[in-house]
């Protein structure tokens, strides 16, 4: 099995190079033979991927969140695999490159870098599985939302500017369409980051190996991320928030998340961080 695993550990980012060179190539040709053919190297892509997780949970005996270029393929699988779910909701094909990119980059570190190591038994369970795995939806729905808000102020510019010769003008969706995106995108990560949430209060008090405090700079980024999203949605729900106010509201929580990754993971003291050392 570990041959198998060293090979698509291998296999991986070139197979997320290939699905982001056709939908580039589509973005650039617009050529309707390929309108299909990518969403079935990118379905192909995550398959792989699954099974590859799969593989390396199993012969390892955990959940592949045992240090950061474990997390990082985590990442590229989760944010391809929530772009192709709101994909194939909406039928909109032509941002795809602008999702997969950042899987490709994610899972090339990854099989640069990713090595075995020992680790101790709570990183074994499946529910600190679970928690993570859903956080990490959580978080690449709300940077999907994030991206198609950069986008939609891209093609703002384009239409502010009278651009309408420009590739981006001609290939992106309308405002109207990237603004539902990047709501749909929020609210994907919004409830996988509840899923997170729930899991996280329910069982890791009860794990002493944490010391889990309700203090922690984790634990308080990341309620401060879900009520800024719980809002953003309900505001935007009830029509509060509208057109360029959700899209920078988006961008704005994404930054938010982003800041508060890296002063609880590199700045202060958390018990989340056993996960990447």
């Known amino acids: 099995m570990k041959e198998t695993i ?12 290939v699905s982001f060179g056709v939908y580039l190539l589509d973005f650039i040709k617009d050529l309707k033979k390929l309108i299909n053919i990518k969403r079935v190297f990118l379905f192909l892509t995550l398959f792989i991927h699954i099974i590859y997780l799969l593989m390396r949970g199993l012969e390892s005996s955990h959940p592949p969140i045992t240090n950061v270029f474990e997390i990082f393929t985590v990442i590229a699988f989760s944010i391809s695999f929530s772009y192709f779910i709101l994909e194939l909701l909406t039928d909109v094909r032509g941002t795809g490159l602008f999702i997969i990119i950042l899987s490709l980059l994610f899972q090339l570190i990854s099989s640069l870098f990713i090595h075995e190591q020992l680790v101790p038994e709570i990183l074994k369970s499946k529910l600190l599985g679970s928690h993570v795995l859903s956080a990490l939806l959580g978080y690449s729905g709300i940077t999907i939302s994030a991206v ?19 590739l981006i ?3 992106l969706p309308n405002l109207e369409i990237l603004e539902k995106l990047s709501y749909y995108s929020a609210i994907i990560g919004f409830v996988m980051l509840t899923v997170a949430v729930i899991v996280g209060i329910i069982w890791l008090p009860q794990v002493p190996e944490l010391k889990f405090s309700y203090s922690d700079p984790k634990l308080i980024g990341t309620g401060l991320v879900w009520a800024i999203y719980g809002v953003g949605i309900f505001s935007k729900f009830t029509g509060r928030l509208q057109g360029k106010k959700v899209v920078i ?29």
Do not use: C, D
């Not at 998340?257 to 961080?273: D, R, Y």
């Open 6 to 17: 060293s090979v698509l550990n291998i296999l991986l980012p070139l197979l997320y190079f």
């Open 148 to 166: 198609y808000g950069f986008l939609y102020l891209r093609m703002y510019l384009e239409l502010k500017e009278n651009k309408f010769n420009s």
């Open 169 to 171: 003008y001609q290939r």
């Open 249 to 277: 509201f988006s961008i704005i929580g994404f930054l938010i998340a982003i800041l508060s990754t890296i002063i609880s993971n590199f700045v202060s003291k958390s018990f989340h961080s056993f996960t990447i050392k």
